[in-house]
């Protein structure tokens, strides 16, 4: 049995709890073995790159040290299901490989924390470990209750492919629809899987973060979507709970549920609710959902 | 109806052209029309006519319908005629029974009412189909062609296409008209994009060429007259007096050690007037050849007649010869090649960037000669007080892209801007400003070096530059010049002090283009650069047989270009050489003797000399391989005793009856045209 | 990092007319020339200077509706040292790091490296536009996460709210209690075990600590 570390970032401990649910869910059901790195820091995100960008890379670094130092010479596989941290632990390779700058001041910040960082890490996203390590037709074997005729916007958000594009194609990934299709639903096509849901400013600018994120949620719904699922806490965050404000500022006329592809994942495998966080959406699924068993087409 | 042995059997054909005729003519009509001609046994209309079917269909048709005429109703005579009457011959009948009636330039790529269109290309058959009946089968004439060959221009293009001729065995004069050859790329520092020395490269090319024994180097010496046609020119060289004897000149150079100037006096042309010269000189270290020549404009001895001549006591072989005249040179070649290059664009006439009136405002060229080890500094990039410029501004598109100067891209400043933008920085440390319009570097491996160039950090200011100014508006300004245009890029309007200004001046014709243009007999576009036969399928040929174009005559180019083009004419003159012979049109005049009356007005008219006074028979003759078929004789003949094949009377008045619609009654079929 | 969004309550009112802010005529004594390379060895491999201004970045851009300056203007500036307006701009803080420019870029220059680079540039210079709450919410992030190794999302939120203004926390509160309904929303405390060695790995990455490439 295949053994991972789980690198969780702040967002899964708190708004993002049902992701971590959902990923623990599914992967004990296929029988993965899923552990957390033990005394994992923040990764830094963009807030911090933006103050200083050599300590944003050491403590980005410090998580890979550690996933080493607690796999004890085996290869470590990190999973950081949020997208934001799946790109900074990537980036901070990436950039410790090429940029000598970063390589030096890394290491010797490593090495003044008793730590020692030998690049053998792969840093994982859900995405790839379901797809790559466990593989489709393994997952349709799991399928109990197929979605048949749901319609999904598979939305990945920018940070899982970008700038890298390590897993899938950097502006139309595929990844989540293929893991959709054999869960017997539908995914639609559409051009905005990778476009800006605004991020952090819908926070800290709304007039300008707002409309990205209402522009998703009403072509998602234009293209026939009964369900959005995406793979990135903040992502989600924006997508689900921003709905209300959306509607009082923005006119913006629709109501989607918005799910992490894991979720949806463990309702096709018939797992139970409360496993997979389902209790913590904004927009609950509909009823519908649950009476049909296939078959039938579904409108939500 | 003239008189015909048998019956006339005309075959008609009319090209779609893809859409370009088809779209505008309705050929099916055309065809159906011209069927019911008389005479006519065929008419068809089909895709390509020009395609290997489309000539087969003809000479299958004469084959099996036993024609004797035809008529193609397609493109222009300059593109296919061969093309057709080749087909007619392989019909088996003479290639001259065929007529071509263009309805592709004259009337579809002109005309948009289709059916205004489709009547006009009737016509124009029904012309063409009365006139082919009155033609007549010709002889095909082949000329000798000389394997002597003349290029004109001793520069890189010049240089090139003497070199591969006489690589191939080929005899070749070199006509240059100043003193060494080596053109431009002599007065260059170093070529873009790969930065190797101009001199390092065209030097060896140089001396290959004075050593050539195939070739004959005239410098110093102009073409004063060509006569003559495509295999048989006869040329006049001038060879100005040098008052140097070639053949004992060793270039010691004492003479001008010894001239009576003990300093250099006057402007240098080699260095641009950035340098003096004494009146004995030699233009530049690695001349060719290396023979110093007087001026007589400066040299004392000429102006007064008073100088001590210390020069000639200087020269222990007794080689200068103050009493040498102009000499004539009588060559006969069977083709030229003229690569006689451009001019640079004169920078006062754009006063807006103060050439002429502010000192440190250069222009490229100089540039090349100040940056120049063997340059008038040695080198040293300074401006006029001496100083290393530490900021320096280059403005791109000076006379070019200019509908108030010259229209053209001169092609080749982008790339030599960033040149030299690249060794300023070099040389000085210079902050570079290049100003441009739009970044032209579509050669090989150019994007690659206009990318190293952004990498080293030369700044690029996109806009066009409204004036060079040396009124400072604020204190740091003072004591620079100041360019002063918008950066489209950000928006804002920049004035930029700098210590030195260079003018990426455009490229022109040479200033006797137009001279050149008439002793040769070719034509030039209007912008005064040579023209090409055909802009993409013949560009390194003329309207005139046998002279071909190389170079920037042409139009703007850079050396790679000039090279390649070289090589290609000297490709095709050395074809026709090979050939040994070629064929003539045989549109030319001929004399009904018995009507002459022997008036000689026509032989002064010829304007290729075709035609003679028979004393003997006191009647006019004509060499046929002289006429052009220029026409003029046969109208000038008060007689009409001349005639010119193709062109007889009885062809050119059946054209305009079957015009004029006076021959066939004929209805047209056009209620179907849409 | 989340619950950046519930910062709604500061919201940024587009400029009136950012562009007036630059004048019609620039000096270059009021340039800084060595600016653009500065940046550009910053944010990595000086491609920065081969910028053709094409203006893909620009066009890809989901935000440069709502920019001041296009990035393509801004990598012009940068390289011609137009270093006030730059760092005063709004562009800046207006990625959102989507990094669409930096893989579309032709001259493969990292744009959104090169807008961290700005933005460092500006809260080091401390000119960045006070109206945008980012440049004090990062140094809020920064803060904590120095002193607790992790980010405490509830904590984060109501320092920064006390700090900025407090009043209007109650619009956001609705939000809130529906996030803790949902089990979402804590004000734990959250903090990594070792953090002597953290502060010390942290020292040693410090700006002035850098080992030059």
Same mark, same amino acid.
């Given at each position: 049995?295949?053994?991972?570390?789980?690198?969780?970032?702040?967002?899964?401990?708190?708004?993002?709890?049902?992701?971590?649910?959902?990923?623990?869910?599914?992967?004990?059901?296929?029988?993965?073995?899923?552990?957390?790195?033990?005394?994992?820091?923040?990764?830094?995100?963009?807030?911090?790159?933006?103050?200083?960008?050599?300590?944003?890379?050491?403590?980005?670094?410090?998580?890979?040290?550690?996933?080493?130092?607690?796999?004890?010479?085996?290869?470590?596989?990190?999973?950081?299901?949020?997208?934001?941290?799946?790109?900074?632990?990537?980036?901070?390779?990436?950039?410790?490989?090429?940029?000598?700058?970063?390589?030096?001041?890394?290491?010797?910040?490593?090495?003044?924390?008793?730590?020692?960082?030998?690049?053998?890490?792969?840093?994982?996203?859900?995405?790839?470990?379901?797809?790559?390590?466990?593989?489709?037709?393994?997952?349709?074997?799991?399928?109990?209750?197929?979605?048949?005729?749901?319609?999904?916007?598979?939305?990945?958000?920018?940070?899982?492919?970008?700038?890298?594009?390590?897993?899938?194609?950097?502006?139309?990934?595929?990844?989540?629809?293929?893991?959709?299709?054999?869960?017997?639903?539908?995914?639609?096509?559409?051009?905005?899987?990778?476009?800006?849901?605004?991020?952090?400013?819908?926070?800290?600018?709304?007039?300008?973060?707002?409309?990205?994120?209402?522009?998703?949620?009403?072509?998602?719904?234009?293209?026939?979507?009964?369900?959005?699922?995406?793979?990135?806490?903040?992502?989600?965050?924006?997508?689900?709970?921003?709905?209300?404000?959306?509607?009082?500022?923005?006119?913006?006329?629709?109501?989607?549920?918005?799910?992490?592809?894991?979720?949806?994942?463990?309702?096709?495998?018939?797992?139970?609710?409360?496993?997979?966080?389902?209790?913590?959406?904004?927009?609950?699924?509909?009823?519908?959902?649950?009476?049909?068993?296939?078959?039938?087409?579904?409108?939500? | 109806?003239?008189?015909?042995?048998?019956?006339?059997?005309?075959?008609?054909?009319?090209?779609?052209?893809?859409?370009?005729?088809?779209?505008?003519?309705?050929?099916?009509?055309?065809?159906?029309?011209?069927?019911?001609?008389?005479?006519?046994?065929?008419?068809?209309?089909?895709?390509?006519?020009?395609?290997?079917?489309?000539?087969?269909?003809?000479?299958?048709?004469?084959?099996?319908?036993?024609?004797?005429?035809?008529?193609?109703?397609?493109?222009?005579?300059?593109?296919?005629?061969?093309?057709?009457?080749?087909?007619?011959?392989?019909?088996?009948?003479?290639?001259?029974?065929?007529?071509?009636?263009?309805?592709?330039?004259?009337?579809?790529?002109?005309?948009?009412?289709?059916?205004?269109?489709?009547?006009?290309?009737?016509?124009?058959?029904?012309?063409?189909?009365?006139?082919?009946?009155?033609?007549?089968?010709?002889?095909?004439?082949?000329?000798?062609?000389?394997?002597?060959?003349?290029?004109?221009?001793?520069?890189?293009?010049?240089?090139?296409?003497?070199?591969?001729?006489?690589?191939?065995?080929?005899?070749?004069?070199?006509?240059?008209?100043?003193?060494?050859?080596?053109?431009?790329?002599?007065?260059?520092?170093?070529?873009?994009?790969?930065?190797?020395?101009?001199?390092?490269?065209?030097?060896?090319?140089?001396?290959?060429?004075?050593?050539?024994?195939?070739?004959?180097?005239?410098?110093?010496?102009?073409?004063?007259?060509?006569?003559?046609?495509?295999?048989?020119?006869?040329?006049?060289?001038?060879?100005?007096?040098?008052?140097?004897?070639?053949?004992?000149?060793?270039?010691?150079?004492?003479?001008?050690?010894?001239?009576?100037?003990?300093?250099?006096?006057?402007?240098?042309?080699?260095?641009?007037?950035?340098?003096?010269?004494?009146?004995?000189?030699?233009?530049?270290?690695?001349?060719?050849?290396?023979?110093?020549?007087?001026?007589?404009?400066?040299?004392?001895?000429?102006?007064?007649?008073?100088?001590?001549?210390?020069?000639?006591?200087?020269?222990?072989?007794?080689?200068?010869?103050?009493?040498?005249?102009?000499?004539?040179?009588?060559?006969?070649?069977?083709?030229?090649?003229?690569?006689?290059?451009?001019?640079?664009?004169?920078?006062?006439?754009?006063?807006?960037?103060?050439?002429?009136?502010?000192?440190?405002?250069?222009?490229?060229?100089?540039?090349?000669?100040?940056?120049?080890?063997?340059?008038?500094?040695?080198?040293?990039?300074?401006?006029?007080?001496?100083?290393?410029?530490?900021?320096?501004?280059?403005?791109?598109?000076?006379?070019?892209?200019?509908?108030?100067?010259?229209?053209?891209?001169?092609?080749?400043?982008?790339?030599?801007?960033?040149?030299?933008?690249?060794?300023?920085?070099?040389?000085?440390?210079?902050?570079?400003?290049?100003?441009?319009?739009?970044?032209?570097?579509?050669?090989?491996?150019?994007?690659?070096?206009?990318?190293?160039?952004?990498?080293?950090?030369?700044?690029?200011i996109r806009g066009r530059v409204a004036e060079v100014t040396d009124v400072a508006a604020i204190p740091e300004e003072e004591g620079h010049l100041i360019i002063r245009a918008e950066d489209t890029m950000i928006g804002v309007v920049r004035r930029i002090p700098v210590d030195m200004v260079v003018l990426a001046v455009g490229m022109e014709p040479q200033a006797d283009a137009g001279d050149v243009?008439?002793?040769?007999?070719?034509?030039?576009?209007?912008?005064?650069?040579?023209?090409?036969?055909?802009?993409?399928?013949?560009?390194?040929?003329?309207?005139?047989?046998?002279?071909?174009?190389?170079?920037?005559?042409?139009?703007?180019?850079?050396?790679?270009?000039?090279?390649?083009?070289?090589?290609?004419?000297?490709?095709?003159?050395?074809?026709?050489?090979?050939?040994?012979?070629?064929?003539?049109?045989?549109?030319?005049?001929?004399?009904?003797?018995?009507?002459?009356?022997?008036?000689?007005?026509?032989?002064?008219?010829?304007?290729?000399?075709?035609?003679?006074?028979?004393?003997?028979?006191?009647?006019?003759?004509?060499?046929?391989?002289?006429?052009?078929?220029?026409?003029?004789?046969?109208?000038?003949?008060?007689?009409?005793?001349?005639?010119?094949?193709?062109?007889?009377?009885?062809?050119?008045?059946?054209?305009?009856?079957?015009?004029?619609?006076?021959?066939?009654?004929?209805?047209?079929?056009?209620?179907?045209?849409? | 990092?989340?619950?950046?969004?519930?910062?709604?309550?500061?919201?940024?009112?587009?400029?009136?007319?950012?562009?007036?802010?630059?004048?019609?005529?620039?000096?270059?004594?009021?340039?800084?020339?060595? +600016?653009? /390379?500065? $940046?550009?060895?910053?944010?990595?491999?000086?491609?920065?200077? =081969? !910028?053709?201004? %094409?203006?893909?970045?620009?066009?890809?851009?989901?935000?440069?509706?709502?920019?001041?300056?296009?990035?393509?203007?801004?990598?012009?500036?940068?390289?011609?040292? +137009?270093? /006030?307006? $730059?760092?005063?701009?709004?562009?800046?803080?207006?990625?959102? =790091? !989507?990094?669409? %420019?930096?893989?579309?870029?032709?001259?493969?220059?990292?744009?959104?490296?090169?807008?961290?680079?700005?933005?460092?540039?500006?809260?080091?210079?401390?000119?960045?536009?006070?109206?945008?709450?980012?440049?004090?919410?990062?140094?809020?992030?920064?803060?904590?996460?120095?002193?607790?190794?992790?980010?405490?999302?509830?904590?984060?939120?109501?320092?920064?709210?006390?700090?900025?203004?407090?009043?209007?926390?109650?619009?956001?509160?609705?939000?809130?209690?529906?996030?803790?309904?949902?089990?979402?929303?804590?004000?734990?405390?959250?903090?990594?075990?070792?953090?002597?060695?953290?502060?010390?790995?942290?020292?040693?990455?410090?700006?002035?600590?850098?080992?030059?490439?």
């Amino acid at each position: 049995m295949k053994r991972y570390l789980l690198y969780p970032g702040c967002s899964l401990h708190s708004t993002g709890k049902a992701y971590g649910e959902s990923i623990g869910a599914v992967f004990s059901h296929l029988g993965l073995e899923l552990s957390e790195l033990k005394d994992w820091n923040c990764c830094g995100a963009t807030s911090y790159a933006s103050i200083d960008e050599m300590e944003a890379f050491s403590l980005a670094a410090r998580n890979l040290a550690l996933a080493e130092q607690q796999k004890d010479g085996e290869r470590p596989d990190l999973v950081a299901p949020c997208n934001a941290c799946y790109l900074v632990l990537t980036k901070t390779q990436q950039y410790m490989t090429q940029y000598d700058n970063v390589r030096k001041t890394v290491d010797r910040a490593l090495t003044e924390a008793g730590l020692m960082y030998r690049r053998s890490v792969r840093v994982r996203h859900p995405l790839d470990v379901l797809v790559n390590d466990v593989g489709l037709e393994a997952l349709q074997q799991h399928v109990k209750e197929p979605l048949n005729g749901l319609r999904v916007a598979c939305y990945y958000g920018c940070q899982v492919v970008r700038p890298f594009g390590l897993i899938d194609d950097k502006f139309h990934p595929t990844l989540m629809d293929r893991i959709v299709e054999k869960l017997g639903a539908e995914p639609v096509d559409w051009s905005l899987k990778t476009f800006c849901c605004g991020g952090s400013l819908t926070g800290t600018i709304p007039d300008a973060g707002l409309p990205l994120n209402r522009s998703i949620l009403t072509e998602a719904v234009r293209r026939g979507a009964g369900v959005i699922v995406t793979c990135c806490p903040l992502c989600q965050f924006n997508l689900e709970c921003l709905q209300n404000k959306l509607r009082a500022r923005y006119g913006l006329s629709v109501e989607i549920p918005v799910l992490y592809f894991t979720q949806l994942m463990g309702l096709a495998f018939g797992l139970d609710d409360r496993a997979l966080g389902m209790q913590r959406l904004f927009v609950p699924v509909p009823r519908r959902w649950r009476v049909l068993k296939g078959g039938d087409t579904v409108h939500a | 109806m003239p008189d015909h042995n048998g019956s006339i059997r005309i075959g008609f054909y009319i090209c779609h052209c893809g859409h370009n005729i088809a779209a505008t003519v309705d050929v099916e009509a055309v065809a159906r029309y011209v069927s019911g001609l008389p005479n006519v046994v065929v008419s068809r209309e089909y895709k390509y006519m020009c395609s290997d079917p489309g000539q087969e269909l003809i000479a299958q048709d004469i084959h099996d319908l036993n024609l004797n005429r035809v008529v193609v109703a397609s493109c222009s005579p300059l593109l296919h005629e061969t093309t057709f009457r080749t087909a007619v011959e392989r019909g088996g009948l003479n290639p001259f029974y065929f007529q071509m009636v263009n309805v592709r330039e004259n009337v579809s790529w002109v005309h948009e009412d289709r059916r205004a269109a489709t009547l006009k290309a009737m016509d124009l058959a029904r012309a063409a189909v009365h006139r082919v009946t009155f033609h007549k089968a010709l002889e095909r004439k082949f000329v000798h062609i000389h394997p002597d060959v003349l290029v004109v221009g001793g520069g890189i293009a010049g240089i090139h296409a003497a070199l591969t001729l006489a690589n191939s065995g080929k005899k070749v004069y070199l006509v240059e008209r100043e003193p060494t050859i080596g053109g431009h790329m002599a007065q260059f520092d170093k070529t873009f994009p790969t930065l190797d020395c101009a001199a390092c490269i065209l030097t060896p090319k140089m001396s290959a060429v004075k050593a050539h024994p195939n070739i004959k180097l005239w410098t110093y010496s102009e073409v004063s007259s060509v006569e003559g046609y495509v295999g048989s020119y006869t040329v006049k060289v001038r060879r100005k007096p040098r008052y140097v004897d070639e053949e004992l000149c060793v270039g010691c150079l004492a003479c001008i050690d010894e001239c009576v100037y003990k300093e250099p006096k006057y402007a240098d042309s080699f260095n641009l007037g950035l340098s003096k010269r004494k009146p004995v000189y030699l233009p530049f270290p690695q001349a060719t050849p290396k023979i110093v020549v007087i001026d007589p404009e400066t040299c004392i001895q000429f102006k007064s007649g008073k100088c001590k001549q210390t020069c000639v006591e200087a020269c222990d072989r007794e080689a200068i010869d103050l009493k040498q005249a102009e000499t004539v040179e009588e060559i006969k070649v069977g083709t030229i090649v003229l690569a006689t290059g451009y001019k640079t664009f004169n920078a006062r006439r754009t006063p807006q960037y103060g050439y002429g009136r502010f000192p440190n405002v250069f222009t490229s060229l100089e540039v090349e000669r100040l940056i120049n080890a063997s340059g008038p500094t040695g080198g040293h990039l300074v401006t006029r007080e001496g100083r290393e410029p530490r900021t320096v501004g280059i403005i791109h598109c000076v006379g070019s892209r200019d509908r108030n100067t010259n229209r053209w891209c001169s092609r080749t400043c982008c790339m030599y801007s960033l040149k030299l933008a690249h060794l300023l920085k070099e040389h000085t440390g210079a902050e570079v400003y290049n100003f441009y319009i739009d970044i032209r570097a579509a050669g090989k491996t150019y994007e690659e070096f206009y990318d190293r160039l952004l990498e080293e950090n030369v700044h690029f200011i996109r806009g066009r530059v409204a004036e060079v100014t040396d009124v400072a508006a604020i204190p740091e300004e003072e004591g620079h010049l100041i360019i002063r245009a918008e950066d489209t890029m950000i928006g804002v309007v920049r004035r930029i002090p700098v210590d030195m200004v260079v003018l990426a001046v455009g490229m022109e014709p040479q200033a006797d283009a137009g001279d050149v243009r008439r002793l040769f007999n070719i034509s030039c576009s209007t912008e005064g650069f040579f023209l090409e036969r055909h802009p993409k399928l013949a560009p390194v040929e003329t309207f005139t047989d046998g002279i071909f174009i190389a170079g920037a005559c042409q139009g703007p180019k850079d050396i790679p270009d000039s090279v390649a083009q070289a090589g290609a004419a000297a490709a095709q003159a050395q074809m026709l050489i090979d050939k040994g012979e070629v064929e003539l049109e045989p549109n030319t005049a001929f004399i009904d003797e018995e009507h002459c009356s022997g008036c000689k007005s026509c032989i002064p008219l010829c304007p290729f000399h075709a035609l003679s006074f028979n004393e003997a028979t006191g009647k006019a003759q004509l060499n046929a391989a002289l006429c052009k078929g220029c026409g003029t004789c046969v109208a000038a003949c008060p007689s009409g005793s001349i005639q010119q094949n193709l062109f007889e009377d009885s062809m050119i008045f059946g054209e305009i009856d079957g015009l004029m619609n006076m021959v066939y009654e004929t209805g047209k079929e056009v209620a179907d045209v849409a | 990092m989340i619950l950046w969004p519930m910062l709604g309550f500061i919201r940024g009112k587009p400029h009136a007319d950012p562009r007036a802010r630059m004048r019609k005529l620039k000096y270059e004594k009021e340039l800084d020339l060595a +600016f653009g /390379e500065h $940046v550009a060895a910053k944010a990595y491999g000086q491609k920065l200077l =081969s !910028c053709i201004q %094409c203006g893909t970045c620009g066009s890809t851009c989901p935000l440069s509706d709502y920019m001041d300056y296009t990035p393509r203007k801004i990598i012009a500036m940068t390289r011609e040292g +137009f270093k /006030e307006d $730059v760092l005063n701009s709004l562009t800046i803080w207006l990625c959102a =790091s !989507c990094y669409a %420019c930096t893989v579309q870029c032709p001259r493969q220059i990292h744009i959104t490296d090169v807008m961290y680079t700005l933005k460092r540039e500006a809260i080091a210079a401390g000119v960045y536009p006070r109206r945008y709450p980012i440049p004090v919410f990062s140094r809020q992030f920064f803060d904590l996460v120095r002193r607790q190794g992790r980010n405490s999302e509830g904590r984060l939120l109501l320092k920064f709210y006390l700090k900025t203004n407090p009043f209007r926390l109650l619009s956001q509160a609705w939000l809130g209690l529906r996030l803790m309904w949902t089990g979402r929303f804590s004000l734990k405390q959250d903090r990594v075990h070792d953090m002597q060695k953290l502060k010390r790995l942290l020292a040693a990455a410090a700006p002035s600590k850098e080992v030059p490439s």
